[in-house]
């Protein structure tokens, strides 16, 4: 995650700005998650006066992100309290999602609902090796400007950029020249910001994704500590991963994912493009899975899956395919079992296309861990409950929790 907010953006000078911040976005957190609705019940969960927090409420009502809606029903005595409700609609969160073929624009309300949506097709191919940035940027304002139909810049809280790569502090760019062979520069980020006025987010795809994961689990299950720390691993083209450390995600001092892909687990096996060999996703991905899947039947004298769609919805009970499938799961058991073990964590859960394949599939993973060692007894390993287009949805949840401020 790198967050650029705008150059002109005033800061905090005092203690005292510091302590209304943090108690007005408190407000705006309990508002917005319902675990408040009254001045009364946000004077109990903040423990402040009342005249302190209706001070801080009129200012968000004033700032348009609350919305008093009379006197709540109540048997209590007394006098009735005033509804508070949150107002969704009044800021946008616009998010571009970066492919090799195409940008996906997204925009969502402050309660992370889709607005909007559309598809503009794009081959990144074309700048293999060099920077794109203000093809891309001229792209998101075009998209901004003329194709969006409910946009409005006046009520832009954000604008995100979400793809496979990642933003690097010594380069001064987001790198995706793995995924789409080109990068985009801060100076051409920073252009696009002036002309949209808006904070941005640079975002990492499978850090969104675990972190939407993270969310969804915990209104499943608001008292369940297994987000505190947590593995999330993203299944498809390629393998990538992103960890949830004392329930924030976590990113190192270099920004970086958790790159379980490139965790070996042959030393002498196939070369990976990173410059090793033996890594786990040369082994393991849908798209070898399929491969695995097809040469099975090929040998068995059987009509192949043509996709895994196909492979998921007609041959998952086939013998020959069954047994391609534990090898896969053996071998990614392997990675797995690494990861557990280099991190500490007892909870983790596997996301993108990797769900196709059925709960055979995630028992027979699951099981290969267990051979391993006592150490994971207490493994908590479950799909994704988030799809694989979540990560629009984990970026606008991201920043309204941890970046997002009211006053500033």
Known sequence: MKYLPPQNTARPTSYQQHVKEANIKQIFDLVRSGKCSSRAELVRAMKL?????????????????????GPQLTFQPGRRPISLRFNSDTRQIAVFRLSRYGVRYDLLDLNCQLMESLYVPFDSSTFEGRDSGDTYTDLFADILMNRAQRFDARRAALVGVCSAGVYSDIHRALLIQSAMGTSISEESLRRFQQRVNAPLLIANRTMCMAYAEKKRIDADDPVAPETQYMLFVRINESIRGASINAGDLYTGPYNLPAEIGHFCIDYNGRPCPCGSAGCLERYVNMDLILQDAQQACARAGVPAPKSIEDLSANYLNQPDVMQALDGSAELLAAGLYTAVCAMGVRTVVLGGGISALGERFLRQVYHAILRRSLLVHQLDLRYAKVGDDSDSIGLAQYYLDKLFTVTM
Do not use: K, M, P
């Not at 409420?57 to 008093?68: K, Q, S, T």
């Open 49 to 69: 006066s009342a005249t302190s927090v209706s001070v801080l409420v009129e200012e968000l009502a004033e700032r348009g992100l609350i919305d008093e809606t």
